[in-house]
């Protein structure tokens, strides 16, 4: 409790899956939070139930796509909290698709919904961040960015050009007090795949246990504690990393 007192943050895709449980995570921490996504009604329900029981939430419509969206979801944020210490930047979206059949319209909605969001994000936010002297970015990315897994270029794509971009950002406003870093999870139990077992069947998430040391897929609460790690003053000599999370999906062979 309290590991995140004092704090401002900002999480994308906060309606459901990661996002949900790491927002709902930051405000059980002490933190103020905007929940930025699309569904206003949605995230009004969450928020309120959070505010009723003594937290602090904001929820924020925006679609991540749109850059003056991002821009007012940050300018909200400043206003109504005061400042901006925190942005998780994790919306995204799973769109599957092989090389040959794509089209330039297809790469073009997935890199803008899971790789221009981020770059709109930081943005906005890092002004706040760098008036401060301080501040945390958290990218939400993916093993996919560093492995094979058949159709998914798009995807990996985005994920890998957002590790590079963290990298890079951290090591040119380190000197200035920013951290940026992200969180690698593996195969977690959220709308996002279970939307595609209901395409691809269980078959998916029984292949998925093979794949992780630990015999099965991630809880959606499961990267909590490495957000609320990298969010606080606990990680304050952590930068440029990439912290996986990942029930060991990276050590064991591809089966
Ligand atoms: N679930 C996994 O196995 C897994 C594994 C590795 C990485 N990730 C990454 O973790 C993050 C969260 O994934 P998840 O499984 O919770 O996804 P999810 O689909 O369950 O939730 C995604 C959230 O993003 C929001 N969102 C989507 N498009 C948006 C837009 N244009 N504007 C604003 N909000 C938008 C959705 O409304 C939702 O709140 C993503 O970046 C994903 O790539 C997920």
Redesign the pocket.
């Known amino acids: 409790m309290n590991r995140l007192a004092g704090k401002v943050a900002l999480v994308?895709?906060?309606?459901?899956?990661?996002?949900?449980e790491v927002a709902r995570a930051f405000v059980a921490e002490g933190a103020a939070v905007a929940f930025?996504?699309?569904?206003a009604d949605k995230l009004r329900a969450i928020t309120d139930a959070l505010v009723a029981g003594g937290g602090r939430a904001l929820p924020v419509a925006?679609?991540?796509?749109v850059s003056a969206q991002v821009e007012a979801a940050v300018a909200a944020t400043v206003a109504a909290f005061g400042r901006l210490d925190v942005l998780v930047?994790?919306?995204?979206?799973?769109i599957p698709g092989d090389i040959t059949d794509q089209s330039d319209e297809d790469w073009n909605r997935l890199l803008n919904?899971?790789l221009l969001?981020v770059f709109r994000g930081i943005k906005f936010a890092l002004p706040h961040m760098l008036a401060q002297g301080s501040g945390s970015v958290i990218n939400?990315?993916?093993?996919?960015g560093d492995r094979a897994w058949d159709h998914w270029t798009t995807?990996a794509a985005a994920?890998g050009a957002m590790k590079a971009m963290t990298r890079q950002l951290a090591g040119q406003y380190g000197p200035r007090g920013v951290r940026f870093n992200c969180i690698?999870?593996?195969?977690?139990?959220?709308?996002?795949?279970?939307?595609r077992r209901k395409r691809e069947g269980d078959a998916f998430y029984e292949a998925n246990k093979r794949l992780h040391a630990l015999g099965r897929?991630?809880r959606?609460d499961e990267?909590n504690g490495a957000a609320i790690f990298l969010a606080s003053d606990e990680s304050s000599f952590v930068t440029g990393a990439d912290l996986l999370v990942d029930g060991g999906l990276s050590v064991l062979p591809r089966g």
């Open positions: 994308t895709g906060a309606s459901d899956g990661l996002g949900l930025v996504a699309r569904s925006c679609d991540v796509g930047n994790n919306a995204a979206v799973a919904i899971n969001s939400m990315a993916s093993l996919q995807y994920k690698s999870p593996g195969a977690m139990d959220t709308p996002m795949n279970q939307e897929m991630g959606a990267v």
